[in-house]
């Protein structure tokens, strides 16, 4: 019986090594063959969900499933794209998709990842391209190892993506170290690792008017929950505007990457 636990044991083992391999081995091979990845987040206030379009062609709109729109309670999408010829980007909204809000060609490098916003409203709309610089590198935990107190963390950058809304302070709360100052509209903070170890389930930012230290909003992250991951935190939407459905309302959102 010992026998037979310890073959379990070892395949086990053997079989989460491979993964973790093929993990290190997938990111040279983005770099090699010619992979990007691109994060578009639709923050678009009362437009609607869009149709995206990330690839090497132009589509035919009714390919894209309207269910697959970005916007509402999913934001975002992460696209996989080679390399090795031009990227078409196309974003329309679902109310209208012959005029199109975002229609680019991107030569793309490999290995990189990039992120597109889209914010403001439908007839003040914004956008903004960002090649990463600095991207956090995925935690690779050993196979068969306990995973270091050290490791276990969330990388988090913050997003102002409200185009009515103030320019931001953000600091953990209790704390007066801020985590962004003076965040304006379109503007974000390069990653930051935070730790998520087993004791750290969540942490409170306070929000607050740069102008006047006055508290926007406090904010529960889950760091349990993204433990391990890169993520931004978006905060969008209409300030202080009655009448807006939820979707469109100042509120806090999690992108992940």
Do not use: H
């Not at 636990?5 to 040279?28: A, E």
């Not at 439908?122 to 995973?147: C, H, M, W």
């Amino acid at each position: 019986m010992k026998t037979i636990f310890r073959i379990i044991k070892f395949f086990l083992i053997f079989l989460c090594g491979l993964f973790l391999y093929s993990c290190q081995k997938d990111k040279v091979w983005q770099t090699e063959v010619g992979i990007a990845k691109v994060n578009v987040i639709n923050a678009v206030v009362t437009g609607g969900n869009a149709k995206v379009n990330v690839s090497p062609k132009e589509i035919n709109w009714s390919n894209i499933r309207d269910n697959q729109a970005l916007g509402g309670f999913t934001l975002n999408r992460m696209f996989i794209v080679p390399t090795d010829r031009t990227t078409v980007f196309q974003v329309a909204p679902l109310s209208d998709t012959i005029n199109m809000w975002y229609n680019q060609v991107s030569q793309l490098s490999a290995g990189k990842v990039y992120t597109l916003y889209l914010s403001g409203t439908p007839t003040d709309l914004k956008t903004k391209f960002q090649e990463e610089s600095n991207f956090p590198d995925y935690v690779i935990r050993d196979a068969g190892k306990t995973t270091p107190v050290a490791d276990s963390i969330v990388n988090i950058r913050f997003v102002n993506l409200s185009s009515s809304g103030p320019r931001l302070d953000i600091n953990i709360q209790g704390k007066s170290t801020l985590e962004a100052s003076n965040l304006d509209y379109q503007a974000f903070t390069e990653f930051k690792a935070y730790p998520a170890n087993n004791g750290i389930y969540s942490i409170a930012f306070e929000i607050r008017k740069s102008s006047d230290k006055s508290l926007v909003a406090t904010y529960d992250f889950n760091a349990d929950f993204y433990r391990f991951k890169s993520v931004a935190v978006v905060i969008m939407g209409g300030y202080n505007t009655a009448g807006l459905p939820f979707v469109d309302s100042y509120r806090i959102v999690v992108v992940e990457y």
